[in-house]
């Protein structure tokens, strides 16, 4: 059974950094990418990050140049670094990653979210 765990967030004042992680655990025989999404209160779930095994990252216009997603491909471990954080970042943010697990197809997984509130 795999499983994504985030960690990381919580409550930051505006112009503060969080940094969420996210390790995928379990029976994994390989990670096609990991991204980050967010969900605000009464939006639709929306990508923030994603960065895929070549190493390409790509992320939504509102937050380039403020966060960085990296990977620890050792550890199964996807980060989101967030600097300069505004109010409207204010979301749940969940980890994704598009894996396989020995003799199956790749399929997608989900975390459980971790909530960033940006507030003075």
């Known amino acids: 059974q795999v499983q994504l765990v985030e960690s990381g967030g919580g409550l930051v004042q505006p112009g503060g950094s969080l940094r969420l992680s996210c390790a995928a655990s379990?029976?994994?025989?390989?990670?096609?990418?990991m991204a980050w999404y967010c969900q605000a209160p009464g939006k639709q779930r929306e990508l923030v990050a994603v960065?895929?095994?070549?190493?390409?990252?790509n992320y939504a216009d509102s937050v380039k140049g403020r966060f960085t997603i990296s990977r620890d491909r050792a550890k199964n471990t996807v980060y989101l670094q967030m600097n300069s954080l505004k109010p409207e970042d204010t979301a749940v943010y969940y980890c994704?990653?598009?894996?396989?697990?020995?003799?199956?197809?790749?399929?997608?997984?989900w975390g459980q979210g971790t909530q960033v509130t940006v507030s003075s």
């Open positions: 994704n990653a598009i894996l396989t697990t020995p003799g199956g197809a790749p399929r997608n997984y």
């Open positions: 379990g029976s994994i025989f390989s990670i096609s990418l």
């Open positions: 960065a895929t095994n070549g190493g390409h990252t």
